[in-house]
């Protein structure tokens, strides 16, 4: 299957033509959202970015179905090929390394829940002037099930390191991926050399995500695996830079491959540091966790997702306290008539570790892997950009009360 980008006046007429959807009895006004289709492409993640800096956020799916990658334009969602032939990407980062206003892009190939069948390829592609032209693209590491990648700034130094998360450890098996232990690396741009995040997380990793945790210059990580939610920070410089671990939550507790968590993210509420989590591994739980005497209380808010992926904390109404925006990749089958595919959000209530969080799901008719927010249409209010295996890439406007 190949892309099919739309061009802007069909994006417009899909617009006018779909309804804005309602959030259900929300605890402030109403957040409506109208649905764009901007591609059509079975994207396993999605982001977000400026890629031709013209100050409009564009973006970026992968497939690990389809090869290649490639970035649609903003307004016209025009495509624009990065890299055409490498298969199996199953995730990337992108971070503006030199200051010229393009982004570099990190992402990993040839990927499967196998390690024998899973190469595992990271590279760096880099702009050659043109960012609408192919980019130049350089392996920098191979390692079995090379899953997610971030970046951050590990040491505080102002350049930012690649951090890389392994699916599962070499010896690893389905169903349960709970014979071996998955690591974590991290990479300096001076050189790429591999360093050691851990080398120990049981199970399955499925995100790490860059946090700005403690006060200072350094940015820390989160991990959502078979452990729960882990906390890295890291301590020293370059090549002898060591990392710490504080287990947040052990997410939910059961017999692998259901334990733990499947994501992780951060945001604020009343000023005060919230954690949302879909537990456990592509489980059906959207978890929030504030803070109270010291620990991480742990509250379940919904347990009807059935194949929960990732997650997105921001706040969608402008009332100061984050909201929760989790994706579920299953379909509907004659097996599974019941299933909840699509985007489901949850308004945060003026107490989160109390309130009750209203609930709308947006989208219902497709499966869905990712989703980031980012302003597209520059109003000032958060937008959804989504995609998954239904086939889609979708922008959900956020329309406001």
């Known amino acids: 299957m190949s892309w099919k980008s739309l061009t802007l006046a069909t994006v417009a007429a899909l617009a006018v033509g779909a309804p804005a959807i309602a959030a259900q009895s929300p605890s402030t006004a109403p957040i409506r959202f109208r649905t764009h289709v901007i591609a059509e492409f079975p994207g396993y993640a999605v982001l977000v970015a400026d890629f031709n800096n013209d100050g409009r956020l564009d973006v970026m799916a992968n497939s690990i179905g389809v090869p290649g990658v490639a970035w649609l334009e903003n307004p016209t969602w025009e495509r624009h090929q990065i890299i055409a032939d490498t298969r199996g990407i199953v995730n990337q980062a992108i971070a503006d390394l030199d200051g010229d206003g393009i982004p570099e892009l990190a992402f990993q190939s040839s990927f499967a829940m196998q390690a024998e069948n899973s190469e595992g390829i990271n590279w760096i592609a880099r702009s050659q002037g043109n960012p609408e032209m192919p980019w130049k693209a350089e392996p920098i590491d191979r390692w079995a099930t090379s899953h997610h990648v971030t970046w951050a700034d590990l040491d505080g130094d102002g350049a930012k390191e ?12 389905q169903p349960t991926y709970d014979q071996d232990r998955a690591s974590v690396f991290w990479y300096g741009q001076d050189g790429w050399r591999r360093g050691n995040v851990a080398t120990d997380v049981p199970g399955v990793i499925h995100r790490v995500r860059t946090v700005k945790w403690d006060p200072g210059n350094r940015e820390q990580i989160l991990l959502a695996s078979f452990e729960g939610i882990t906390l890295y920070r890291g301590s020293g410089e370059g090549a002898s830079m060591t990392f710490e671990k504080e287990v947040i939550s052990n997410g939910h507790v059961g017999a692998a491959p259901r334990l ?55 706040d969608l109404n402008g009332d100061g306290r984050a909201d929760i925006v989790a994706n579920d990749n299953s379909r509907i089958t004659e097996n599974r008539p019941n299933g909840t595919p699509g985007v489901h959000v949850f308004f945060s209530p003026e107490d989160p570790a109390t309130g009750e969080w209203s609930y709308v799901r947006i989208e219902s008719d497709h499966a869905m892997n990712s989703c980031v927010g980012g302003d597209m ?15 889609m890439i979708k922008w959900y406007e956020n329309l406001g009360m």
């Open 162 to 173: 690649l951090v890389n998360a392994a699916l599962i450890g070499h010896g690893s098996l």
């Open 260 to 314: 733990g968590a499947s994501d992780v993210g951060v945001g604020m509420s009343n000023g005060s540091r919230i954690v949302a989590s879909v537990e456990p591994w592509h489980g059906n739980e959207v978890v929030v966790y504030t803070k109270a005497g010291g620990s991480w209380q742990r509250r379940v808010i919904y347990d009807e997702i059935t194949s929960g992926h990732e997650i997105a904390v921001l």
């Open 377 to 391: 249409n520059q109003d000032g209010r958060p937008d959804l950009i989504c995609t998954g295996a239904g086939g």
